[in-house]
């Protein structure tokens, strides 16, 4: 036994040695690089919203603050990050070989300690944990595997002793792995085995005394559970309480038909019985995973994990009478059963109710969260299955070689790679280095722009380029893949990436091509309360599709950007001051220009919206049409009716003139088109006006839909090439030039072909021309196969996402053609032609009234309390005007007077911040303050009280018990 | 094609409920579909040893549930 626990002690030890023994940080995937800075990280998670990119909820991620908070500290005290995130592991490791050992001896007292240890080993190192736990990288997932056992533990603990102390020690543990409960998936798995394991014993039970018991248990535990965690649960409940909150949070990212659509492929993908019964994730072993995984597709270790399987099985089947072994088998079974998904037999039912309960929505990769529960049932069963194995054979010797056969198989076949730190490697760069992996050093530099940007002030944001999605590859010397590191490595907040989020990803899906065609960007900069823009040279762009540095670069120091100077230069990254910046976090303006149907970032450069207006979008009807000076329409619809005619439908709601406007960076290369209005040809008296844009001209519209089709008689071949070809293998391979290529426009392809001999062609887009640097940026096979007897016409647009394009060298973009020069083959091209789509952008602005010109704005200060809690003092106001608020709008953020009447009349304004109406003159005080925080700090005051009231209760009890045995020993 | 996992499913409630045997008689046949699924894998015959490994759970299934009941039923 004391071997065991010393086992249990040591082994992870060693393991955090090989991992940590280089004193590097390990990250990748989501989790970014919390352990670079701590602090950070507990300052992000204490409030119910986070200041961080145009601002964002971060109500999920409140669970996990106490454990940053707590591992801040130490970082305080100047212990390395390496050494903490070591100790953390460590600490993960032990928890969970504890619980596992001490569970398998709660079910099966008479189980011998090396059974039992083997029963450890396989919950650390089978290959759902290797898979799904160490390699994925999620703290949260390393949390959960740590704690299910442990809680596990002591709720069955509690139900088999019949002591209600259980509850607080279940209690407990779960706060103290809050950490694991930030995914509400957790919360429901727990939920759910303890459900199942109240019920389970319920059913076994004879006596009416034990069934009020163990439902009375549940109960309690579940009442106090919800006392402990008020404090994370009320601001994330309240946030999905509402379709309005939710959708500002998640937008439409998750639909249920998306849900669904996911189940399947992941069902399909990863829910075969001959996959899930082994442990095994099939993409992680089958090609997704680091090079070294395919190794277990090896026939001899599929069937030495067979025999694992077989042992388990075996078990349940032989010992099924003993009600521990039938717990954990109908665990297992229904665990194996979830596990699969929609996959058959009865996906029909799993389903089914999964499109019926929206919440359960979150099980949308069913092997990911259920095969928690497989493991941790499993390893019980195979330690007790390899000790009643043991106990059949009679000869020593042979007993011998069971228990080191099964040992063997566990630590050397399923812990080689932690024990040689693979697994914290992954398939692409630089994880794909195993000397790298998931190690990372982060550059000295970037703790220097930290220090640097925190002297400039703490009232503005900065913009950093080149802007990609959310993953990120940096090419330090220890690199480093996975999520955005803008949380992690700089305290100033930022855009440095775009993501789903509604809103914000409109937004910044924009910045990169304004900045690159527009030479008035610093207004949407400053509109950002963007004091800098960096960019940032050390970051593997080709990967990532991302623009190339140095062209951003190029652009920054070009002569159109008098707004913007470089100012500092930290290694490889450099950062630019937007001269026109000042402090916009809180401010006012008086005008509001309408926009219909959605506002785009790109209409704060119009002349219209001057700098006493703002940008404001109806979504709310909230009746603000007195305060509007201006009507901007974008079409509401956009079709292509054929290469030479676009089509754009506006819904003009009241009569009047309107000025026609389009975008100049679209035409300066097309100008030759006509437009007709609803078939009318218009007449045009255009001028290029100051903000890039055209005046065609004036026109009146009556209210309701109008069409406005754009026929370009001309739309020009952008590739130089004969009319007609053949390509076969001598001539095998043509690249052309593209003529004045737009990386952010659209494009098609067209071509008649006839396929005489060979398996087909390739054609798309590449970068370069020289061999040795041509990639391909986009390619399709074109397939010869038995109705390929004459001319086909073939049709493609490029790209097929957004903008794959950007993280090219636009001028070296080429189209190619290919055909393999190994085999024999012959292909006829005839009319190949690559253009352009047509691209207008056109907009109808209705000038409504002459701005005031006697509006006096009122002078305003602000005090930031927090990222969800501002006071705003307003001196002087002599009528209404717009308090604008530049964090991302969310309808939980409310303004308040200072008698806490609410200022209903709350809208999103400059297509992302947060702006209210105020009708209020005078000198007075406004607060801002982010609702779900109230909720938040209410529900801590209410974990607190419930925290230290148990701790009484339990010293209480420990001194009442104490003093009573006192007396009895004077009796 | 999946009806077929009904169909077996309702045949052996039904075998179970008119023959009256224990659960070993259907978790036998289960284990040993089991292993032939499992050896079928090993030999690279991925998508015939997934349809049997689906029928053995099945079987496994109604087994193991009947092992509850009788469990239930027996004496403690």
């Not at chain 1, 008689?713 to 390509?727: D, E, K, R």
Request: net charge neutral.
């Amino acid at each position: 036994m004391k071997l065991a626990f010393f086992l249990i002690f040591i082994i992870p030890l060693i393991l955090v040695s090989i991992w940590f023994g280089e004193g590097y940080i390990l990250g990748a995937a989501e989790a970014e690089l919390p352990f670079y800075n701590l602090k950070l990280f507990a300052d992000r998670t204490a409030w119910a919203w986070n200041d961080f990119q145009l601002g964002y909820v971060s109500s999920f991620t409140v669970a996990s603050n106490p454990t940053w908070s707590f591992l801040a500290w130490f970082q305080n005290i100047g212990i390395p990050g390496f050494l903490i995130q070591a100790a953390v592991f460590y600490s993960l490791f032990v928890v969970s070989g504890i619980g596992i050992f001490l569970l398998t001896r709660e079910l099966f007292p008479n189980i011998n300690p090396l059974a039992n240890l083997l029963s450890v080993l396989f919950y650390w190192f089978n290959p759902i944990s290797l898979a799904n736990v160490w390699n994925r990288f999620l703290y949260n997932f390393m949390s959960f595997f740590a704690l299910l056992p442990v809680t596990l533990y002591l709720f069955l603990r509690g139900i088999h002793k019949r002591e209600y102390k259980y509850i607080i020690l279940v209690n407990l543990s779960l706060l103290m792995f809050s950490f694991a409960l930030t995914s509400y998936v957790f919360n429901l798995l727990i939920w759910s085995v303890f459900a199942y394991t109240t019920f389970f014993y319920c059913l076994q039970s004879e006596e009416k005394s034990k069934i009020i018991f163990n439902i009375k248990f549940f109960s309690l535990t579940f009442f106090l559970y919800v006392l402990f965690n008020l404090w994370w649960m009320l601001p994330t409940f309240n946030l999905f309480s509402s379709e309005s909150s939710r959708q500002a949070v998640t937008g439409n990212v998750f639909t249920s038909e998306g849900n669904v659509q996911t189940l399947q492929l992941l069902s399909q993908k990863l829910g075969n019985f001959i996959d899930i019964t082994r442990f095994m994730h099939f993409g992680f072993y089958h090609g997704e995973g680091p090079a070294w995984s395919s190794t277990y597709n090896n026939w001899y270790i599929v069937g030495g994990l067979f025999v694992i399987s077989i042992v388990l099985f075996w078990s349940i089947l032989n010992f099924k009478k003993e009600r521990s072994i039938l717990y954990l088998g109908v665990l297992f079974t229904a665990t194996l059963i979830l596990s699969k998904g929609s996959n058959p037999p009865f996906g029909e039912v799993f389903k089914f109710f999964f499109e019926k309960l929206t919440f359960l929505q979150v099980f949308r990769n069913p092997f990911e969260k259920f095969s928690f529960l497989l493991q941790v049932a499993a390893a019980p069963i195979l330690g007790y299955g390899i000790f009643k194995l043991g106990n059949s054979i009679t000869k020593r010797w042979f007993k011998g070689i069971v228990y080191l056969a099964s040992t063997l198989i566990v630590v050397i076949l399923l812990g080689y790679p932690f024990f040689t730190g693979l697994v914290f490697t992954g398939p692409s760069f630089p994880n794909n280095n195993y000397s790298i992996g998931y190690r990372v050093e982060v550059p000295s530099y970037y703790q220097e722009a930290d220090q640097w940007l925190n002297n400039q002030g703490k009232n503005f944001r900065f913009i950093g380029f080149p802007l990609g999605g959310e993953g990120i590859t940096y090419k330090w010397t220890k690199g480093y893949q996975g999520v955005e590191l803008s949380n992690t490595l700089f305290s100033t907040p930022n855009i440095l990436f775009n993501t789903t989020g509604p809103y914000y990803y409109q937004v910044v899906d924009r910045l990169e091509e304004l900045l690159f065609k527009e030479d008035n960007f610093f207004k949407i900069a400053t509109n950002l309360n963007a004091k800098y823009l960096m960019i940032r040279s050390d970051i593997n762009h080709r990967i990532r599709s991302m623009r190339d540095p140095k062209s951003v670069e190029n652009r920054l120091n070009s002569e159109e950007f008098e707004q913007i100077k470089k100012v500092s230069q930290f290694g490889n990254i450099s950062f630019y001051q937007n001269l026109n910046w000042e402090d916009r976090t809180v401010f006012v303006k008086p005008y509001l220009v309408e926009v219909r149907p959605s506002s785009l970032i790109d209409d704060l450069l119009l002349e219209e919206v001057g700098e006493s207006s703002i940008v404001y979008q109806d979504i709310s009807n909230l009746g603000l049409k007195n305060s509007v000076n201006t009507l901007i329409l974008h079409p509401a619809t956009k079709s292509q009716i054929d290469l030479n005619n676009v089509e754009y439908e506006f819904n003009i709601s009241e009569d009047g003139d309107y000025d026609l406007l389009l975008d100049n960076n679209y035409l300066t290369k097309s100008n030759d088109f006509k437009l007709s209005i609803d078939g009318n040809v218009a007449s045009s008296s255009a001028k290029l006006r100051d903000d890039n844009k055209i005046f065609y001209n004036k026109y009146f519209f009556k209210k309701g839909i109008h069409k406005l089709v754009f026929n370009s008689t001309t739309v020009n071949n952008l590739i130089t090439i004969p009319q007609t070809f053949i390509m076969n293998n001598l001539n095998n391979d043509l690249s052309l030039e593209i003529n004045d290529f737009d990386p952010y426009a659209k494009y098609f392809v067209i071509f008649d072909v006839l396929i005489t001999k060979g398996p087909g062609f390739v054609f798309g887009l590449e970068e370069g021309s020289q061999v040795g640097e041509r990639i391909s940026l986009h390619d399709q096979f074109v397939s010869s196969d038995a109705k390929f007897t004459d001319f086909r016409q073939i049709v493609s647009t490029f790209p097929l996402s957004s903008h794959p394009e950007k993280g090219s060298h636009p001028e070296k973009v080429r189209f190619f053609l290919k055909v393999d020069p190994q085999i024999s083959s012959e292909v006829m091209f005839e009319n190949v032609f690559l253009g352009k789509f047509l691209e207008f952008s056109p907009l109808l602005i209705k000038k409504i009234k002459d701005p005031d010109t006697s509006f006096q704005t009122p002078s305003i200060s602000y005090i930031k309390h927090n990222p969800a809690k501002y006071s705003v003092k307003i001196s002087n106001a002599n009528q209404s005007f717009v308090l604008i608020f530049s964090d991302l709008y969310n309808p939980s953020w409310e303004a308040k007077y200072e008698d806490g009447k609410i200022i209903d009349k709350h809208f999103m304004v400059n297509s992302f911040a947060n702006g209210w109406l105020v009708e209020k003159g005078g000198n007075y005080e406004v607060s801002l303050e982010f609702a779900p925080q109230k909720l938040l700090e209410l529900g801590s005051t209410v974990s607190r009280i419930s925290f230290i009231g148990t701790l009484l209760y339990i010293g209480g009890g420990y001194l009442l018990r104490k003093r009573s045995m006192k007396n009895k020993l004077w009796k | 094609m999946e009806i077929i996992y009904w169909i077996i499913l309702f045949l052996l409630i039904i075998g179970v409920w008119i023959l009256k045997r224990n659960s070993n008689f259907i978790l036998y046949p289960a284990f040993m579909l089991f292993l032939v699924s499992a050896i079928l894998t090993v030999l690279g015959f991925r998508n015939f040893a997934e349809t049997l490994m689906r029928v053995s759970l099945i079987f496994w299934i109604v087994g193991i549930v009947q092992a509850l009941f009788e469990y239930r039923k027996s004496p403690q």
